[in-house]
T-cell receptor, first 113, second 114 residues
Framework: DQQVKQNSPSLSVQEGRISILNCDYT??????FLWYKKYPAEGPTFLISISSIKDKNEDGRFTVFLNKSAKHLSLHIVPSQPGDSAVYFCAASLSFGNEKLTFGTGTRLTIIP | KAGVTQTPRYLIKTRGQQVTLSCSPI?????VSWYQQTPGQGLQFLFE???????NKGNFPGRFSGRQFSNSRSEMNVSTLELGDSALYLC?????????????FGPGTRLTVL
């Protein structure tokens, strides 16, 4: 039972344009959401997070949007850069500080120069 | 500050054998979590240790076990290996109540079961 889903296994975006990565979840008890980026041969790196009491969180070029009623979150990267090419995972936990993260299967983002 | 280190980086075993993986957390971090990454399944939570005690556990069979030492280093053991255990095993550390940040992952151990 996949509680966190990333339905797009891959995405290609032109450099300088906006990249939008999507994530859906089924467990309404999830309270805290995170995005990680992963390069080959490296562990995932934390990007940005959002608590369920917010609907938007911004950090530089990265913005995460949360729609609780739709159980949907998205990561926007503007403008997209070649170094953004990686696999992106969304993750959810039952509360902030709860180390048990439930991950999606990932979306491979390729930025085309 | 040194990051999370995992040893070995690569491992090849045969079915039925057992394996032990090691993880050294970031200095000062007391929580260590383990994840299994397989193609198509994403990262799946195995367990979390904090102050030598298992605090959280995922849905894996009892062949998967772990422990944490007083210096916060953690080991994960898989007994009676099966082909399906081939995966990238990642560990992550966090300061838990010491920081407001999240988990920091190591590079992983790639286990291949033949």
């Amino acid at each position: 039972d996949q509680q966190v889903k990333q339905n797009s296994p891959s995405l290609s975006v032109q450099e300088g344009r906006i990249s939008i990565l999507n994530c859906d979840y089924t467990n309404s008890m999830f309270d805290y959401f995170l995005w990680y980026k992963k390069y080959p041969a490296e562990g995932p790196t934390f990007l940005i997070s959002i608590s369920s009491i917010k609907d938007k969180n911004e950090d530089g070029r990265f913005t995460v949007f949360l729609n609780k009623s739709a159980k949907h979150l998205s990561l926007h990267i503007v403008p997209s850069q070649p170094g953004d090419s990686a696999v992106y995972f969304c993750a959810a936990s039952l509360s902030f500080g709860n180390e048990k993260l439930t991950f999606g299967t990932g979306t491979r983002l390729t930025i085309i120069p | 500050k040194a990051g999370v280190t995992q040893t070995p980086r690569y491992l090849i075993k045969t079915r039925g054998q057992q394996v032990t993986l090691s993880c050294s957390p970031i200095s000062g971090h007391r929580s260590v979590s383990w994840y299994q990454q397989t193609p198509g399944q994403g990262l799946q939570f195995l367990f979390e240790y904090f102050s030598e005690t298992q605090r959280n556990k995922g849905n894996f069979p009892g062949r998967f076990s772990g422990r944490q030492f007083s210096n916060s280093r953690s080991e994960m053991n898989v007994s009676t290996l099966e082909l399906g255990d081939s995966a990238l095993y990642l560990c992550a550390s966090s300061g838990r109540w010491q920081t407001t940040d999240t988990q920091y992952f190591g590079p992983g151990t790639r286990l291949t079961v033949l």
